[in-house]
């Protein structure tokens, strides 16, 4: 059955994965805060990530630098410049829109668009199937209709800018019946001004970073003078990123305030097709590694006319999600794009001397570049499932065990004959090295529910057994299976479970 995206977000909310920000004071529109389960899932893909891309390899080091940096960084990068999105303003209802984003309804200007088709091109960028993309679009506009109180049948739709083309007057916006009250598009920049020091002047402007990466590349020349670092090497960031965006939209997927990973990887142009591919298939494998199954997860090469025009190969990995398939991660070849922009600004010599080779050049860089929010709720779509058990349905997490928040739960069966006593020293023994939970509230079924929807892999129930022989119920949360195994013994079990050790077949 199809996850619908409103479940899943409702389940976030109610086990305490994601909750809007500001809520008691009614929101803020693109910005999200993690709860106690959210925030330990995060972090572990955090950790996950930082463990398998930096300390686990030779060739990488990491990074943390500032958020606010020196503007000129952002002039250098082309951000002042070019970092913006085509927009659309209704003169009559105030409301603003991303021109590329914006499905208006076949049926409200009939003249402009007889057949309310996307064009073939507009479909390919959405990846994916032309007739998965096509059922992308006509949910999203099945969607903005209901969204807008507009009929939705026929759910005919088009892209607005194929519309603008042919008759802008014509149009009609989604939060209006008048037409012609759409402007022509319109830059907007994406980066969030600030003022540093207490003077407001333009000489004071600083932005809040849109990418962690410019602060690798102006920091390449401090790794490469203190680190001992030889080509080819990677710098590795994990931190927030700010970006007005117009319209965020699909729960956490597009947000104002976000947390990216990205690497930039040096290497001597000749190498850099190699490392290329070499990224792109092992950023891949990263998220199949972790559980994402790969038919929902696709690796999509941007052809020629969607590069960047300083990047010979680009590919995103994607996910499809509820709401269509979408960006998780880019990997870029990016030549010496970057390099030289800092060499050009900043007036430093950022080249690299090969003591072997006894050249000196400026090296090309492969940039994969993720986000943690959106990895998060691919993991979080990726485990929700409901099945039967007992007779009941249930809601379950499946995360991989390293991602999972919460690894394993002790319970008592009861609240008497010393079993809350002996669960709790089991906790408190796990604990040292694992976040594990304690439950003694209700009956034991609704225990195991409750840790199912919090995506527990484990259960460890003390029962009336325990106390005659010293064995404990292990259950599996998947499959629900359960065995004995001594309570001496419990800390080794969890660890070989966490570690990939296979569950016991039925007893
Ligand atoms: N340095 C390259 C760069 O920033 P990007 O494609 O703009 O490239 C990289 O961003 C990743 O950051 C995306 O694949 C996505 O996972 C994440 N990301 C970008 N904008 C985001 C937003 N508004 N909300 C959440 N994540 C975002």
Redesign the pocket.
Known sequence: MALEMDKLVSLCKRRGFVFPSSEVYGGIN?FWDYGPLGVELKRNIKDAWWRDNVQSRDDMVGLDCSIIMNPRIWEASGHVGGFSDPMVDCRATKERYRADQMYVFAYLFPATNAKGEPTEAWLAGLGGSPEEAAEGVEKRAVKLARKFGKPTDPPEVTPYLQIAAEDRIKVVGPATDESGTLTEPRSFNLMFKTYVGALESESNVAYLR?????GIFANFKNVVDTARVKLPFGIAQIGK?F?N?IN?RNF?????????M?IEFFCRPEEAKDWYKYWRDARFAWYTGLGLRSDRLRLRDHDAEELAFYSTATA??EYAFPFGVS????V?HRGDYDLTQHMKFSGKDLSYFDEEKKERFTPHVV?P???????TLAFLCEAFAEDEVGGEVRTVLRFHPRLAPVKAAVFPLVKRDGMPEKAQAIHRELKRNHNVAYDEKGAVGRRYRRQDEAGTPFCITVDSQTMTDDTVTFRDRDSCRQWRVPAAGAAAALRDLLEGGAVPAAE
């Open positions: 693109g849109p990418e962690t990466a410019q990123s970006r965006e965020p956490t997927f597009r947000s104002r305030e976000f947390e990216q990205e995103d990995i960006e998780l991660e880019g870029a940039e570049s993720a986000g943690a929010d959106r990895a």
